[in-house]
């Protein structure tokens, strides 16, 4: 069965300061890899897939199938990046699409 | 457009109680997913609708659980018997406008519905 940690419950930075937040998977067969967002009182919304190799908010993401890894990046954080972070996959292939979702990483971007 | 509405937002019941969770998907959306969110949890997938068709059930905690989509729009899940481990967010979502392929389309989260069985 896949599965999807993110080792880090809490992660604080200051604003102006470099962010990762860590994602590993386990699955036998080519997985595709998202990552959701929930800001403050906000419904859970996607922030980037890996298929789309795009930068959203200036976050980017790469997939790393060697290390099974998918970490999530951002060179220069902002207060108003603060919020709930979702690592989550999806078996590559399937005919829909249920995802397997990490524990969440809280992120607190401090001024 | 609306998004994915959930009815109610919160739910307290009695241990034993029956509850009837409500979700309104994006109209036009082929695909409806029911995931559960225990505190400190990633959501956790329950089962999914491909229209009315309920093609995998398999996350569904006991027989208890129940969902249905009759008309393929509207779904309700339902919690018979409730018990405190069943506390938890309650999550819908839906994707894939109708004549588009399946996978392809992100999901479309609503609010939740925070249920406390006490």
Redesign the interface.
């Known amino acids: 069965a896949q599965r999807v940690t993110q080792p880090e419950k809490l992660l604080s930075v200051f604003k102006g300061a470099p962010v990762e937040l860590k994602c590993n998977y386990s699955y036998s067969g080519s997985p595709e890899l998202f990552w959701y967002v929930q800001y403050s009182r906000q419904r859970l919304q996607l922030l980037l897939r890996h298929i789309s190799r795009e930068s959203i908010k200036g976050f980017t993401a790469d997939l790393n199938k060697g290390e099974t890894s998918f970490h999530l990046k951002k060179p220069f954080a902002q207060e108003e990046d603060s919020a709930m972070y979702y690592c989550a996959l999806r078996k590559g292939g399937t005919s829909y699409g249920k995802l397997t979702f990490g524990q969440g990483t809280i992120l607190t971007v401090h001024p | 457009g609306a998004?994915?509405s959930q009815s109610p937002r919160y739910k307290v019941a009695k241990r034993g109680q029956d509850v009837a969770l409500r979700c309104d998907p994006i109209s036009g959306h082929v695909?409806l997913?029911w995931?559960q969110q225990a505190l400190?949890?990633?959501?956790?997938?329950l089962t999914?609708f491909?229209n009315e068709a309920q093609?995998?059930k398999s996350g569904l905690p006991s027989d208890r659980f129940f969902a249905e989509r009759p008309e393929g729009s509207v779904s309700t899940l339902k919690i018979q018997r409730t018990q405190q481990e069943d506390s938890a967010v309650y999550?819908c979502a839906s994707?894939?406008p109708r004549g588009t392929s399946?996978?392809s389309?992100?999901?479309?989260?609503?609010?939740?519905t925070r249920l406390t069985v006490t």
């Open positions: 998004g994915v695909s997913f995931y400190g949890q990633g959501p956790e997938f999914y491909q093609l995998d999550l994707s894939s399946l996978s389309y992100e999901q479309y989260f609503g609010p939740g």
